[in-house]
């Protein structure tokens, strides 16, 4: 067995070989013939969106050479204006939902509420920053909206279905394919490469035998990812000889490789210094601005927030003006 898929099979899913998904998604695809399991044929990039390299030269640090946008520069867009406006879904509809979200923890018997009845809307082709000082429940109300944890009471709603509720395997599919996730502490497999890292949910999704049939067309899809952020020379690189800005820049192309519909980025510059932060959140402003995907950001610093289209403020667990 290959050595990247063996790591990852050893550290992500128990040494047990993943069920091969009986549907194949848009990306990564190659073409001719039917897949093993009898779904449609793969190709390489899916007709509707591409997420193609970034334009302008890489950087003098590696990191793609992207100016702020004027958008980006500007103060946040009035409600019906602007970027956010123009992407919203026709029905008026917003891509993502939560309503009325509370969550409590407890240490022994001590309950500790952590949100207190949150409702957040985020439309499609957004970018909304939530902001608040730590212990505000900003982090927890981002692994609400992805599932990785669940309500106490309230509802979370993507395109129009309740996902808070979903079984287990169904939020886990959801999370691979339409979902994308960047944590403040980048969670790279330490054994696997950087090229390795950006595979692992294609390896997750598709199982042993689509990943070995399709492995080329697969790396090539995570190369262009990497060279994207400003990688391309760092394919073998292990997480140990990377620095923090190149191993969140590896944690962006691996929440891309799957295409997603929505990104939640958890303080994605707090542990990086203010250049390395400044260009992550520069390509993350370019990936909204040139191929619309909706991003849900939560940061403690206005500054940051103010590159956003929207932004609310999370206090003591509410939302406030």
Known sequence: MNDDLGHLLHHATGSKRPAISPRLPA????????????GPQLELDAPSRRIGPARGAPGATGGPHIALSEHAAKAPAAAGQGHAAAATD???????????????????SIEIPVLRGVDVEARAGELLAVVGQSGSGKSTLLHLLCTLDAPDRGEIHFEGRRIDRLPAAERDRLRNRRFGMIFQFYHLLPEMSTLENVLAPLMIRHGVWNYLRYRR??????GELLEMVGLGHRLKHKPRELSGGEMQRAAIARALISQPDLLLADEPTGNLDHATGTEILNLLRTLNDQQGLTIVMVTHDPAIARMADRTIRLVDGRIVP
Request: net charge positive; aromatic share 2%; proline share 8%.
């Open 27 to 38: 990306v990564p695809r190659v073409q001719g013939g039917q897949s093993l399991d009898g």
């Open 90 to 108: 026709p029905r008026g509809e917003p891509q993502l939902k939560a309503v009325g979200l509370t969550k409590s923890y407890r240490k022994a």
């Open 217 to 222: 067309a697969m790396r090539e899809r995570a």
